[in-house]
């Protein structure tokens, strides 16, 4: 058997829990895993114990296996600014010492224990989402911490994939580490009628548009607001997402909201596929992403676009979608109301998100790559 033909034990850490929505991270987890062990790998998740980030009501109890993927919850420390640096301990120990060829972590904080599986002869693959710690949330000790991680990434990992070629010209620049770019990929959708949505906050096709993502101050929400109240619409805007301890954040944002604003919290299933399936549009005003997996998705689903012009979001929607000044509420105020205001140019939008974007990312062509990096 040739080395690109082994069949590997593979452990994934850095997540919070799989099966989950509670961010990108979890997703990517989910895609990867779940594919390498259809192509004949065994994948462990090592899962964080405590709560959904957005209420227990939305915990799960998917047992020792998911779609193939054996399960193990990790002890915890289930306090905020303690839980991701105690079960990323605790996942790293089990990966050591268990019988593992491939190690891979997911994030900066996480990377932070990527020593351990390194003394221990593993292989080590660290995916960076994102420039962590310039998250608006974060500060003090935390920003530091996960500072630190990247640094031990970049000491003690065999490969370290980035998401985008901003952050692989960062680590470039500040590290002389050289990464791999492999971007995120998304499965094309089939749309859904509104139904669900239409029975609990009376939204219609086309009547709303719609931002998704974890509501944290970075995704650009405050200017959204601002540029909101100067739109003039008989269409809602959407808020769904729920908050990951940023619940002043929310508290805040509901304050400045006029009526206009609906915001549905944390919502996946059926509801999340409504919700994509009959926006107007969709926005990302974001000032930091590391590769916004929301975004592939409401491109998939055909969705007329508008997102901030940072670079992670520019190189995922080329001249597909529409584009303004990151922080500037005037600007994203302009677009917002030339698309409300041209039918037209929403459709021609449309019309090649969806093929677009799916031909570019795809998850088999992510795994392909991936797993060359995991045989070294």
Not at 61 to 82: K, Q
Not at 162 to 190: A, D, H
Not at 230 to 248: E, F, N, R, Y
Not at 251 to 262: F, M, W
Request: aromatic share 8%; charged share 25%; with cysteine.
């Amino acid at each position: 058997m040739s080395k690109a033909e082994k069949k590997l034990k593979i452990a994934m850490l850095g997540h919070k829990r799989i099966p989950s929505r509670e961010g990108g991270i979890e997703i990517v987890v989910e895609e990867l895993a779940s594919r390498m062990v259809r192509r004949g790998h065994e994948v462990v998740c090592l899962n964080r114990a405590g709560h959904h980030v957005s209420g227990k009501e939305f915990d799960r109890d998917a047992g020792d296996e998911y779609r193939g993927i054996r399960l193990r919850t990790v002890p915890t420390i289930d306090r905020r600014g303690l839980a991701a640096m105690t079960s990323s301990l605790s996942a790293a120990l089990i990966a050591a010492f268990g019988r593992f060829d491939v190690v891979h972590f997911h994030a900066e904080g996480p990377a932070a224990m990527c020593l351990i599986p390194h003394l221990a002869g593993k292989r080590v693959v660290v995916t960076i989402h994102g420039l962590d710690w310039a998250r608006a949330q974060w500060g003090g000790f935390a920003s530091r911490y996960i500072k630190w991680g990247e640094r031990q990434a970049v000491k003690y990992a065999d490969e370290i994939i980035v998401l985008s070629r901003g952050v692989q010209n960062y680590f470039l620049e500040n590290y002389g580490r050289k990464t791999v770019y492999i971007p995120n990929g998304v499965t094309r959708p089939e749309p859904v009628p509104a139904e669900r949505i239409t029975d609990r906050w009376g939204l219609e096709k086309d009547g709303y548009i719609l931002f998704l993502g974890r509501i944290v101050p970075e995704k650009g929400l405050r200017i959204l607001l601002e540029a909101w109240k100067g739109v003039h619409t008989d269409k809602k805007l959407v808020i769904a997402g729920g908050s990951s301890d940023t619940q002043d954040f929310m508290d805040e944002l509901i304050s400045i909201a006029d009526e206009r604003v609906v915001f549905t919290g944390f919502q996946q299933g059926r509801i999340l596929e409504e919700l994509y399936s009959n926006c107007y549009l969709y926005c990302l005003p974001s000032d930091l992403e590391g590769m916004p997996l929301s975004l592939l998705e409401a491109m998939s689903y055909g969705n007329c676009c508008v997102v901030s012009d940072i670079p992670e979001c520019t190189e995922v929607v080329g001249d597909k979608a529409a584009v303004f000044a990151h922080s500037s509420a005037e600007e994203l105020k302009r677009v917002l109301q030339r698309l409300l205001d041209s039918p037209e140019t929403v459709r021609r939008y449309r019309a090649g998100a969806a093929e677009y974007i799916c031909a570019r990312f795809d998850w088999e062509n992510v795994v392909d790559r991936t797993l060359e990096l995991y045989h070294g």
